[in-house]
């Protein structure tokens, strides 16, 4: 730990120092008050929002310091602390969280105001982020601050956005829902991917693949020899590499191909991106598609006997929503909604085919380039198309309510 805060810091020559000698050429480069500010600087910007909201809590208290009992800790549930600018101590049953004085005096050299307008700022290009890879699977940098100039009102410079991107990545690993990728064959431009497309996803799935492969192995059967030779396979982490190696070239070419289906949907222009989505998580965005609901509400009345009542509507649900953000296959949906047996939950096959596959058509795809199949029909018919609950389309005369709830008659309203 004090071997990285004197790399941070740029210390040079502490490689041979005893842990008492570090420590002091530590706390002694801290003194110059103006560096320590610069360290904090970046730990405030890119740190984790509770590790934020922490810093600020001790900060406002007399000292830089407070402390509770172990009984009060279910008091204090978001408190994250960071070595070294914040800390933990517990001592004869009372916890105590401070920040040293190093970084306390530094606070003088910080304008703490900026600071959270920076983060706003970072936190909105990372949520939206989130988003684009949820619906498009792969964005450009530069597409993206056009998007958060869109939803938010200023365009952060291409270097201002990965560093960002990058720093939210690094934070939330191995949980990131995307990771930084550059084209190996390309213009050596940056783009933002999927989670289940960046590397250390595919690290994971050729472990568990090498697992799965292991344990299919008799090795009763196999002389020593052959056992030992095996292990060094596996264990050789050269044969790993190898592998994450084609699974890179695989996934990069799935990217280009991703690309190519989106530069063919250029015309369309950018996806749509309701105003919601400048806040709201876009999962919580999609299951709350009026599609989702109606499916939903289909399952909670046929319930299977072996099912939970309060949770199976859900559970298909999400299951649904989550294979068609990871998934570039065409009836991989549908797939999974027989997987689920939700195929067989009645006779009247119209009534779940019919709302599985509208909720279908109502998702982003990545190989729309995040428009959902509705929304392109609509844009091609240039009118709102509604559905029945089974999914059907609806038909609404001219002078029939319009069936968005306006309360005005359709052709003036929808069918304009």
């Known amino acids: 730990m004090l071997e990285a805060d004197a790399k941070r810091l740029g210390l040079r020559g502490v490689s041979k120092l005893r ?115 949820d619906f498009c699977g792969i964005v450009s940098i530069q597409g993206l601050a056009a998007r958060v100039q869109e939803l938010h009102g200023f365009t952060p410079g291409e270097d201002e956005a990965r560093r960002t991107l990058a720093a939210a990545a690094r934070r939330e690993m191995p949980y990131a829902a995307f990771e930084l990728w550059r084209d190996p064959q390309g213009d050596d431009a940056w783009y933002l991917v999927h989670s289940s497309l960046g590397d250390h996803a595919l690290v994971d799935i050729v472990r568990r693949s090498m697992e799965r492969e292991i344990d299919a192995i008799d090795f009763d059967s196999m002389s020593p020899q052959e056992q030992a030779a095996l292990i060094e396979r596996y264990a050789d982490s050269a044969y790993l590499l190898h592998e994450v190696q084609e699974k890179q070239s695989q996934r990069d070419r799935y990217l280009h191909d991703l690309m190519a289906l989106h530069r063919e949907k250029d015309a369309e222009g950018p996806c749509p991106l309701p105003a919601e989505l400048a806040q709201q998580d876009p999962f919580e965005w999609q299951a709350q598609l009026p599609e989702a609901i109606n499916l939903r509400n289909w399952l909670d009345a046929h319930v299977p006997d072996d099912e939970d009542d309060m949770l199976f509507a859900d559970d298909v649900v999400s299951e649904l929503i989550e294979v068609n953000e990871t998934s570039g296959e065409p009836n991989a949906f549908l797939n999974s909604a027989a997987d689920m047996d939700q195929l067989t939950l009645t006779e009247d096959t119209q009534a779940i085919l019919g709302r599985i596959m509208a909720l279908a058509n109502a998702l982003p795809k990545w190989e729309n380039n995040g428009w959902a199949p509705n929304a392109l029909f609509e844009r091609e018919v240039g009118h709102r198309v509604f559905h029945n609950p089974d999914g059907s389309e609806m038909r609404v005369g001219r002078n029939d309510p319009c069936p968005c709830g306006s309360g005005k008659k359709y052709k003036k309203c929808c069918g304009r």
């Not at 809590?57 to 070595?83: C, K, N, R």
């Open 19 to 133: 842990k008492a000698e570090l420590a002091h050429a530590i706390a002694e480069a801290l003194r110059d008050g103006e560096l320590a500010a610069r360290e904090l600087t970046d730990f405030l910007l890119d740190c984790h929002p509770a590790e934020f909201k922490t810093f600020k809590s001790i900060l406002a208290m007399p000292q830089g310091a407070f402390s509770f009992t172990e009984a009060e800790a279910a008091e204090h549930p978001g408190l994250m602390v960071y070595a070294p600018y914040t800390r933990l101590y517990l001592h004869e049953g009372r916890f105590t969280a401070i920040i040293p004085d190093e970084y306390r005096q530094a606070m003088e050299h910080i304008d703490l105001d900026d600071l959270e307008r920076q983060r706003s700022r970072a936190e909105s290009i990372v949520h939206l982020g989130e988003v684009l890879v």
